[in-house]
Structure formats: C-alpha cells, structure tokens
C-alpha cells in the first residue's frame, strides 16, 4: 500500500513541468500579437494590421508613382530648361513683329521706307532624349504686301548635359517665296531658337552650328552658339554668326534678358572678296516675359516682348553710318508647351 501511494506521488510530481509548460505556451499565445496561435479576434487584429501595412506601402507607392507621373518635364524658369525639348514635349512659338528698316526691298522689287509687320508660325516637339526637330510653317510677311515666305526645318541633338550642355544643330530654309522678301532680322536676337526664323532672300539656305547653354546658378543662363549661313545666291552668301543671349530669372515667372553677338556675312567667300562686300555687325536687344504654369507646376505659356537693334554697330559700312538706330523690331512673342 505503501509503495503504491508512493508511485501516484511520483507520477503527478512527474506531469507538474508539463501543464507549466503547457500554461506558458497558451499565454505566449495569448499575449504575443506576433505569435503562431492566438484568440480569433487577436489573429483578425493582426491580420487587419497586416492589411494595413500594406495598403500604406501599395498607398504610398501608387502615391509616388502619381507624384512621378505628374511631374513636369520642362522646368518653369526659363532660365532652368535644357538645349532640347524633353521627348514628347511640344512648343508651338507664334510671333508678331514690327520692323523699321529704310531702304527696305518690297516684294515687288521697289525700295520702300514703310515698316514691315510680320508673322511667323513655329512648332517644334522632343523626339527621343536629347533630340528636337522643329519648323517654321508660317513665315508670313503682312504688311504693306500680304506674302508667304520660305519655310524652315531644323534638327538639334543635345551631346553634352551638365552645368554647360552643348549640342549640334542643321537647319535648311526651302525658296518657296516668288521674290525676294528680306525682312528678318538675325535669328537668333529673336529670343528663340535660331533655326525657328525664316531666311531674308528667296534662297536656299543651309545652316549648321553648335549651340551651347551655360546655368549660372538657379536664375541664369548664358546662351551662346557658332553658326554657319550658306546661301545659294549669286555669288554665293557665306554668313558667320555667333549669337549670343543673357537671361536672369526674377522669380520661376518673370524673366528679362538682353541679346547681342556677331555677324560676318561675306559674297564670294573664296572668290575675290572686298570690304563693300562684307556685312559685319553687332545687334543688341532686350527681352522680358512672363511664364503661365500649368497645374504640375511645369511652363503652359510664355509671353515675351522684344525690341531688337539688328544692326546696331556696322564698323565696316561703306557709307559712314556706324551706328544704326533706325533698323529696330519691336516683337511680342508666345510660346505653347504641351506634353504629347
């Protein structure tokens, strides 16, 4: 009886480490919201906080991802945006100008003193990273005779990004114009891209160039480019030009800026060649504009005015005048920005 009471003892002594194990086991359980087994409606709490955690994550990815669509291609300073167009990035340019020139040559061939007022449709749109193509359609004189003058395409491959971005640039102006209209002043004074301007002469004309901007911290910009004119005249036309463009940002919308450069223009370049028949000027203008953004906070609109002396300095006119204040342009300029 003895050894039998003695056993049970034993036994139930052996089993107490089993249920405290057992006891600790349920209460991890119980109290781990991280643990394998719990109450139901602990299990659900963490599943839901699971689900939770995971919309955050999918939320704030999607949120990004919105964020990253939504950003804008081209910055809104004018002085922040690069040599090219972003790809699928499309400029439509229309600008209106009055230009003073003496002695100007009428469509009709005849020597007018009357001031020209002009018109000219652009477009120009980002094709792949670093390349933009561009034309003007409608280079269009309006005053004093309506004439359609000769279109223009370009091509310009940006090969260098960085704080100073260089690129390299063809352009060709087609002689669809009946006579001679002449009533552009230099391209690149214009306050846009030099190849969106139309030639001065009913004439083919091919130009190639390397135009290079240079970001002078974050409201400045210095643009400058070497051109070439080839002109298929009699002789033919060679021009040398080297515009160049200063533009300060006051604020991400208001801009202001000045023009000037160089100009070479040079008959029978490997012919015989004599002072009378070189053009060699310095024009200097003014700009200032105003951006319009669009709701991603990128450029939908600018709105520029120019006035432009073409011919401000001609050290070598034959005729004596070396400062010319009676050739100017008065322009007011818009330009579209849309994402294709």
Sequence with gaps: MTLRLLAIL???LSALPVASAQHEEDAEAVTDPDGDEGYDD????????????????????????????????????????PLVLPPLTLRL???????????QFTPSGEVSQSPLITFFGAAAVGI?????????????LVSPDFRYGNPFLYGRYQFVSGTLELGAELAVSFPVAATNTAFVERQ?????P??????????FELIAGVP?????????????????????????????????GLDVNLDPNVYIGLRSGVELAIDDLFGETHVEDQDFLFPFGIVAGYT???????PMLDVGVRAVWWRLVTPLDPGGDRINLDNYVIGLTGSFYTDL
């Design 10 to 12: 034993l036994a139930l």
């Design 42 to 81: 602990d299990g659900a709490d963490d599943d839901a906080d699971d689900a939770d955690d995971a919309d955050v994550d999918d939320g704030g990815e999607e949120a990004g991802g919105d964020e990253a669509a939504g950003e804008a291609r081209l910055p809104l300073s004018l002085t922040q945006r």
């Design 93 to 103: 340019v229309g600008d209106l100008a009055f230009r003073e020139r003496p002695n």
């Design 128 to 140: 792949i990273e670093h390349l933009e193509v561009g034309a003007t359609l409608l280079p269009i």
């Design 188 to 192: 690149s004074v214009a306050g846009t």
């Design 194 to 203: 030099p190849a969106l301007f139309p030639a001065d002469r009913s004439r």
């Design 212 to 244: 290079a901007a240079l970001f002078l911290g974050d409201s400045a910009k210095l643009d400058i480019a070497f051109l070439v004119h080839v002109r298929t005249s009699d002789p033919v036309l060679t021009v040398f030009e080297v515009p160049v």
């Design 292 to 298: 319009l953004a669009r709701d991603d906070g990128g």
